[in-house]
């Protein structure tokens, strides 16, 4: 189990993978086609999306385009600075709901004394 948002993982390595790649946001490997780099390991049927790469969701406010429509809204929000979810303990404001819950467990940690 995740100590930092209770998900469970039926294998050791794949808490470690998720640990690493979401909570600290590591992205050890790089894709063999453009060198992004990516949380993790390429598999082979993700590649086609280098050949069918169609971002047809436009940002009015600049030239960026994204594949799915919630990217778009979360990057419209860093242009209006909407912050529509809340902590219920302290009322700090997040663009999305995942980084909220983050938050409100630094609340419930204990205090080293």
Not at 70 to 88: M, N, S, V, W
Request: glycine letters at 2%; aromatic letters at 12%.
């Amino acid at each position: 189990m995740c100590d930092i948002c209770y998900k469970w993982f039926v294998q050791n390595s794949q808490l470690d993978v998720h640990v690493s790649a979401v909570h600290y946001n590591a992205r050890p490997y790089s894709c063999m086609l453009c060198n992004n780099s990516l949380r993790q390991k390429e598999r082979k049927t993700r590649t086609w999306s280098h050949v069918n790469d169609t971002r047809k969701y436009q940002c009015p406010y600049c030239d960026k385009t994204c594949r799915k429509w919630y990217d778009l809204i979360l990057h419209i929000r860093a242009h209006t600075g909407e912050q529509p979810f809340k902590c219920c303990m302290c009322g700090r404001g997040f663009v999305q709901m995942c980084d909220t819950h983050k938050h409100e467990m630094f609340h419930f940690k204990p205090v080293n004394r």
